[in-house]
Nanobody, 129 residues
Framework: QLQLVESGGGTVQPGGSLRLSCEASGLTFDAFNIGWFRQAPGKEREGVSCISSYDGNTYYTDSVKGRFTVSRDNDKKTVYLQMDSLKPDDTGVYRC??????????????????????WGQGALVTVTS
């Protein structure tokens, strides 16, 4: 059974850092692209960053470029999102999701969330002073 489990959310002051983890099970890891999405109260879901577990190709939405870094550990079947220089606008529920490489690219996964096969349960990130 394909499953994603996120961890690492929390509350941090503006300018602070957090690292989210998304551990996958029940899949051939390098056959998938993995993405991080977030949704703030009253706002639409947004694709934040996505990565190919095969070749490490990445995509970032403009608002997080230079502040967030996505990476993966194929041996652990885990994708990380390092978030630095956090802003209040980064507040939201962050969820990871996977889609098969054969169906989509990291950019397409983030921008359109097409062919997502499973979502994680979500991790709350709150940036507040």
């Amino acid at each position: 059974q394909l499953q994603l489990v996120e961890s690492g959310g929390g509350t941090v002051q503006p300018g602070g850092s957090l690292r989210l983890s998304c551990e996958a099970s029940g899949l051939t890891f390098d056959a998938f692209n993995i993405g991080w999405f977030r949704q703030a109260p009253g706002k639409e879901r947004e694709g934040v960053s996505c990565i190919s577990s095969y070749d490490g190709n990445t995509y970032y939405t403009d608002s997080v470029k230079g502040r967030f870094t996505v990476s993966r550990d194929n041996d652990k079947k885990t994708v990380y999102l390092q978030m630095d220089s956090l802003k209040p606008d980064d507040t939201g529920v962050y969820r990871c999701a996977v889609a098969r490489r054969a169906d989509t690219t990291p950019q397409a996964l983030c921008v359109m969330a097409l062919y997502v096969e499973v979502w994680g349960q979500g991790a709350l990130v709150t940036v507040t002073s």
